[in-house]
């Protein structure tokens, strides 16, 4: 079992049934009123609830008959919703559901069903906000990889592949910022001590250069198209650096040369013309050609793109996909690669936009750097002791012979490996008491949730002087927070653990299956989901548009994918789509390939992905020992859906199943990698299906109006996502009050994602902290 699922089940009482995803399947909202007094709460109770228990339920729930393990004796009195709370939430879920009664079951009329649902949900929200207010509590919290790459790059301008540097974190509650699973072990923390000396190293650039060589990796070499190729790369130090591209291949029967142009970060830095290699050798034995083609650049230590294509030549042809890049019949950019550093041939200005002053004018300079960099990386104003300490390390470095860049370097790496860096720690409020946090921690939560990352100079400033938790400055700076690229960190992050994209890279579809599969067709996937999601939150679109938005994100590659003409060049546009194939992010590739297996799809993968992902109502672990589908005749005697009917035959197997299946099947039209089907092998695809409250679908289109029917439990599913990801905790049952209250907010806001992320920040956990027991 995973760490995720191991803790999901431990804290399983603390869930929000009343906004799991079983409420989306009858469409019941949540009715919050006024409270009533005791006597007319009994009353209610003997209207509304005892009738349903004793005629309909008890005969199947009693202390003889105990099916599913529930006796409805205990629930008989109105006292039961607080001393049998769990019980009452479990009960209220399968009833919106519409899995109790079960299905050939006499049933109640509905409008008695709804009005006991409506008279618990109210007396359990009643029972809830009885009780004092509590925001939970976080650990000191590490920072996780992605988010010590980002700070170091906002604070030293110095950019690391985080990924390269440091193993996977840990994962509770799908999210790896939990702040009780990121741990520090030995191991780690040798990666912090070295990595540190490094950045230090690349940020000041006191250092000699090491020797030169090429060092770039040819499997970062991203292909564009037939014509285009890309490399994103690291440079560590400002200096000179050779750029050789590799152009392989020949055109029979052609003699014009094509053109080759070479860019840095958009820049052209050379072009020149490649002969399409007609020679007698080609034309006897067939043999490739290559040309080889450097120049000679100065760049700055930071993150580059570099590009080589083929341009201004209309012989230049696509390759089709099934043939690849076929050396034997056209000429392409094979690879870059980069080599240096190189000492520069012209002096070059030195541009820190970190560095206040010249390390090398004397030691109030250092004092300055140091003061300076210690605020803004320990995201509060440093002490003089602490700067002072850190001074010492510099002064010790100076009188051992190194030169000033050199010293002001041991006292950046000192800081990086500090506590006060690497882990987000908050003051600890009296025992027994909750406090609101300091405007300084506010700052630091909130940057991180949007950004993952440092707080900027504006949030800092306004923190310092006590303005930032002011609501309407708050607002203001969230607002402008998610408008900076910055915060791509949240549909990176986010997003990419919530819709789990994250794991395409794992993703290995068969190849004799699925040969258009590729890196670049993976990347294009990722690429349409992230820039959709961030399309949602900076746009403050409603987060309907997550069901099914009338538009999408596609370069040529992906577009083919889905069979939508008219987009071509590998450069990503918004695309209006006109069919109920593609709407929103469950009918993606990206999603779907995630949710599929490497040789076939799988309807009950697919519809735990939606029940964990998209309705929140994750199902129990698998009974052990159940076998596999066999995959032996798929799509030829009998699909995968006819296969499934052994699961659903099985009673212990059927109780979840007939909530997954469903789910799956109206995703059927969709192969393992997204592409739209209407046939498995030679049998025809059958997305029809019947949820257990009795309600038939028949395809994607129909899931989607499901889902809109019910945007409030959607809502519901989505903001505990959030809310876990924002507070770097697991939600508890005493957070049951906070989420209904986002959940009706950002409705009563037209569902807008921004009035979500909004609600969050300036709610009680967000912005309050209790003291450990």
Sequence with gaps: MRRDDEMRTARQTGRLFVLSAPLLLLGAGILIAQTPAPSTRAAGFDVDV????????QACHNSKVTSGGLDIGPLLDPGSLASHRTTWERIVARLHAGEMPPKGAARPPAEKLT?????????????????????????????????????????????????????????????????????????????????????????????????????????????????????????????????????????????????????????????????????????????TQRTIEEVRVFLAGNAHVFRAELVGDGGVTAIPENVRLNASRNIFPETIEIAGPYAPSTPQPATKAWLPCAPSSGASCITRTLNALARRSYRRPPSKEEVSELAVIVNKAKAAGYSPEQSLQFGIAAMLVSPNFLFRIEREPKPGTTTRISDLELATRVSYFLWSSMPDEELLRLAESRKLGEPRVLRAQVVRMIADPKSQALADNFAGQWLETRSLDAMKPDAAKFPTWGPELRDAMRTETRMFFEAVLRENRPISDFIDAKYTFLNERLAKHYGIEGVTGPAFRRVELTTTQRSGVFTQASVLTVSSYPTRTSPVLRGKYLLENALNAPPPAPPAAVPALSEEGVGVARTIRQQLEQHRADPVCASCHTRMDPLGFSLENYDAIGRWRTEEGKLPIDPTGEFPNGRRFSGPADLKTLLRDNMREFTGGLTEKLLTYSLGRGVEAYDRVTLRDLARQTADQEYRLQALITGIVQSVPFQQRRAAR
């Design 115 to 287: 009005s006991l649902m409506t008279y618990v949900e109210r007396e359990l929200d009643r029972i809830d906000r009885a009780q004092p207010a509590n925001p939970g509590r976080v650990t000191a919290r590490r920072l996780n990889r992605q988010e010590y790459g980002n700070t170091v790059r906002d604070l030293l301008g110095v950019e690391i592949r985080a990924e390269d540097e440091f193993p996977p974190d840990d994962s509770g509650y799908g999210f790896d910022n939990i702040a009780d699973v990121l741990t520090v072990s030995p191991a780690l923390m040798q990666k912090y001590l070295s990595l540190a000396e490094r950045i230090a190293s690349r940020a000041v650039g006191g250092d000699p250069l090491p020797p030169a060589g090429f060092f770039s990796r040819r499997d970062r070499v991203r292909r564009l198209d037939a014509s285009a190729i890309e490399l994103q790369e690291i440079i560590e130090r400002d200096a000179e650096y050779v750029v050789r591209v590799t152009v392989a291949g020949y055109r029979p029967n052609q003699d014009a040369p094509v053109t080759l142009a070479i860019s840095v970060d958009g820049k052209p830095v050379k072009t020149a013309s490649i002969p399409v290699g007609i020679s007698a050798v080609n034309r006897q034995g067939g043999a």
């Design 50 to 57: 005892r009738p349903v228990l004793t005629e309909t339920c």
